[in-house]
C-alpha cells in the first residue's frame, strides 16, 4: 500500500476585520481550507508591503494528497475565499500573499506560479517573493515542474506521510499537548508533516516517566544535512530516553536568512531527517511525529543559533 503525498504552501496575509481564508485544490478537487491567523492587521498595524520583516506574518499550512488523487502532473490550485476592502483611502483590505507551493519536497516559488481568472491568464503582480492573491476572482496555480512532482517518500519502519487541515485540532494526541504547554513566544501554528504508527516491539516497555525538551543545534547553513556533531547529540537523545515509551513531537526550525520557502522546507527536512535518525537508531515511542515551524529568530541573534531542532518527550 503506498502513502499520501504532502502539499505545504507557505503564505503571508494582510487581515481586515479578520484573517484571509483560501481553498486548495488539487487538480481541481478541494483538498482543504485554511486561514492565516497571523496576517498583519491592515487596521491598526499597517500594510504588508511596508513592513520589512515579512516573517511574523507568514504561515506554512500542510495538506494530505490522497493516494489515489496523486498525479506527478497534477496543477495546484490556491485561491482567496473572504475577500474584504474598506474601500478608496482607507487602507484596508484583506489579501493573501503566496511564496511557494511544494509536493513530496519538491517546491515551485512564487515567480514559477501563474494568475488565472475566469477570463483567462492574468499578469501576474508580484510584492518580492510573494504572489498577491487580492480577491476570489484570481487564483494562483502551479503546475508540475520539470518532470514532474516527485512521489512521497518511501515508508521506513512505519512512518507514513500525513498532513491535517492546520485551521482544524491535529488528531495527533501529542501534538496536542504540546500545542497546549508551548511558551507564548513560541509558534502558535506548527506543520504536521510526517507521523509514526507505535512500534509493536515497544509493547511491554517502561511508560514514559520524562519531561524534556532537548535542543539539538549546528546544522550547516542551507542544509538539512545530519552531521557527526549533530548525530553524536542525537544519540545522547537516544541513550537519555532508553527503552521509555513516550510521546515525541520533533520541531525544526530555520533561521531568517534566505527566502520563506526555502525556509519552510529546511525546517521540515531538518525535523523529518532527525525523527527518520531516531527511529533507526532504537526509539521507542507511542506517538511520534515531526513538524517544521520555518524561520524564527526566537533562540538568539545569530542565524546559526535558530537553525536547530527541539526534541520534545512527554509521557
Known amino acids: 500500500m503506498g502513502a499520501d503525498s504532502t502539499l505545504v504552501l507557505v503564505l503571508g496575509g494582510e487581515a481586515y476585520d479578520g484573517p484571509p481564508k483560501f481553498e486548495v485544490t488539487f487538480n481541481g478537487r478541494p483538498l482543504g481550507e485554511g486561514s492565516v491567523a497571523a496576517a498583519i492587521d491592515t487596521a491598526s498595524v499597517g500594510r504588508f508591503a511596508d513592513v520589512t520583516d515579512k516573517t511574523p506574518y507568514v504561515q506554512s499550512f500542510a495538506f494530505a494528497i490522497p493516494e489515489a488523487l496523486f498525479d506527478p502532473n497534477g496543477t495546484v490550485g490556491v485561491t482567496l475565499t473572504n475577500e474584504a476592502y474598506g474601500g ?103 506543520l504536521d508533516v510526517a507521523a509514526l504508527d507505535p512500534d509493536p516491539e515497544a509493547i511491554g516497555e517502561p511508560a514514559c516517566d520524562l519531561d524534556q525538551r532537548y535542543n539539538v543545534v549546528g546544522f550547516p547553513e542551507n542544509s538539512n544535512e545530519l552531521t557527526p556533531a549533530l548525530t553524536a547529540r542525537l544519540d545522547q537523545v537516544i541513550a537519555d530516553i532508553g527503552s521509555r515509551q513516550c510521546n515525541v513531537i520533533v520541531t525544526g526550525y530555520s533561521s531568517k536568512q534566505g527566502s520563506y520557502a526555502t525556509n519552510a522546507l529546511f525546517s521540515v527536512e531538518r525535523a523529518q531527517n532527525t525523527l527518520r535518525y531516531l527511529v533507526e537508531h532504537g526509539l521507542k515511542y507511542v506517538d511520534a511525529n515531526a513538524t517544521g515551524v520555518g524561520a524564527t529568530d526566537q533562540f538568539g541573534p545569530e542565524f546559526r543559533d535558530n537553525r536547530r531542532v527541539v526534541i520534545t518527550v512527554m509521557p
Open 88 to 190: 478608496d483611502g482607507s487602507n484596508r483590505d484583506r489579501n493573501l500573499y503566496l511564496a511557494s507551493v511544494t509536493v513530496n519536497g519538491r517546491a515551485v516559488t512564487a515567480s514559477g506560479l501563474t494568475t488565472i481568472s475566469d477570463d483567462g491568464v492574468e499578469p501576474n503582480t508580484m510584492l518580492g517573493e510573494f504572489l498577491l492573491l487580492p480577491d476570489g476572482n484570481t487564483h494562483a496555480i502551479s503546475r508540475a515542474p520539470a518532470g514532474g512532482w516527485p512521489l512521497p517518500p518511501a515508508n521506513l519502519a512505519g512512518i507514513k506521510e500525513i498532513s491535517t487541515d492546520p485551521v482544524a485540532t491535529s488528531s495527533i494526541k501529542a501534538a496536542d499537548r504540546l500545542a497546549a504547554a508551548m511558551p507564548p513566544d513560541e509558534p502558535a501554528e506548527s
